[in-house]
C-alpha cells in the first residue's frame, strides 16, 4: 500500500456565500470524509497567506508572503491516504465534499511509500 497527498484548492470567497445551514451541512461532510479507513491525516491550513521561500539569489534565499497568483484558489488544506495505486487514490478522492464546492484536488505519492 503506497500513501497519497491530496492537496485540497479552493476560493475562499465561495465559502461565504454560504448559509449557517449550509455551512454547517459542509463541515459535517468533511468531518465524515475524514474518518474513511482510507484516511491516515488531515489537516486544514489557516487562511493566511503564508510565506514562500525562493532560490537562493545574490547569496541568501528570498522570503516572501505569499504565495499569490493569478488564481482565487488557494491551498487550504491537505489529506495523506492510503491507496495502491493512482488510480486508486483518485477513485477514493472523486466524491471528497471539495470537489462539490467548487475546489480542486491536486493527487501526489508520498515517495518511498
Known sequence: MSQFMLLVYGDPANWQTLSPEEMQKATEKYLAWTKKSFTVDAKRLEGDAGRVMRAVRGGKPRVVDGPYSETKEVLGGYYTIDAADYEEAVR????????????????RKVWGT
Do not use: Q
Request: aromatic share 6%.
Open 92 to 107: 477514493l478522492a472523486l466524491d471528497h465534499p471539495t470537489l462539490e464546492y467548487g475546489g480542486t484536488i491536486e493527487v
